[in-house]
């Protein structure tokens, strides 16, 4: 199987831990076009909005991290990462919703300010403070799900556990990580024991030296970045309407598919 993906993407590290907690060998290919839109190679074939991560297994081809993990719990059902009863697996789901929406834009909004300088001053003082605000709120929210258990489902690593596991490592580099001596502190120090954990954020750590080239690219490169769904609304609620019209005017950022320009 092939796992189109950047490291540094929290979707594609959920599927990489799904893949590694169920032993599956995989090969990765991080798309040159990434960052484009462009869906003129083997990347974009079935792939309108041309995002990662992306699997390929023989003929079969899909997109959408949640999507791929339902496919892999279908096709490798042994060992599962969902639990058994249907309020669990509901709550494991409810737990990936939110980490995939609401959490995931909060860390991409970090990065935004800090990575890619869209803001500056003031603005980025807003911007930052509402992330680290908004951080806490998901993070008290997580370790209410959590509870005493040692993972979401309870005795047994699995399917919520990969979903938070790359947005709370995220916030850990970020300097907005759980209080010490939390709960969810716990948590995160049990996570990056896991193996399958472990190899997948080592990954991201050895991608860390390209991020200066990549801030390059979408400034000088011909790349876009991508302001969509929960993204596009944690600019605006978090204060950066500014931004948006700023790449808009600028031409540096994009919609997902369909292109409005498109015929
Ligand atoms: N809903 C998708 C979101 C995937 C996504 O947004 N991926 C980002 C990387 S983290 C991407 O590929 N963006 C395309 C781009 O920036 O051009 C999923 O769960 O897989």
Not at 78 to 89: E, G, N, Q, S, V
Not at 100 to 122: C, K, L, M, N, P
Not at 150 to 178: C, I, K, Q, Y
Request: with cysteine; glycine share 8%.
């Amino acid at each position: 199987m092939l796992l189109y993906e950047a490291p540094g993407s929290p979707y594609a590290q959920k599927i990489k831990i799904a893949l590694r907690e169920k032993s599956i060998p995989f090969q990765v290919e991080l798309p040159a076009s990434l960052g484009t839109g462009r869906t003129d190679d083997p990347f974009g074939i079935g792939n309108p909005r041309a995002e990662v991560p992306m699997l390929v297994d023989g003929e079969t081809r899909i997109v959408d991290s949640t999507i791929i993990l339902e496919y892999i719990e279908d096709r490798f059902p042994d060992p599962p990462l969902l639990p058994r009863t249907p309020a669990a697996r509901a709550a494991a789901r409810m737990t990936e919703d939110v980490c995939d929406t609401q959490y995931e834009a909060i860390t991409w909004g970090f990065s935004e300010v800090h990575w890619f300088g869209r803001a500056t001053g003031a603005l980025a003082d807003t911007l930052l403070s509402a992330a680290t605000r908004q951080t806490r709120v998901l993070q008290e929210w997580l370790a209410g799900r959590l509870g005493e258990a040692a993972w979401f489902g309870g005795e047994t690593f699995g399917w919520a556990d990969a979903a938070v596991a790359p947005l709370l490592h995220r916030s850990v580099l970020n300097g907005m990580g759980p209080a010490p001596g939390s709960i969810l502190a716990a948590f995160y120090a049990r996570l990056v024991q896991r193996p399958s954990v472990a190899t997948t954020f080592a990954e991201y750590a050895a991608s860390a030296s390209r991020m200066p080239a990549t801030v390059e690219a979408f400034k000088t490169g011909g790349k876009t970045r991508e302001y969509r769904d929960h993204r596009l609304e944690w600019m605006i609620k978090s204060g950066g309407i500014e931004v948006v019209l700023a790449g808009l005017r600028d031409g540096n950022i994009r919609f997902p598919w369909p292109n409005p320009q498109q015929a």
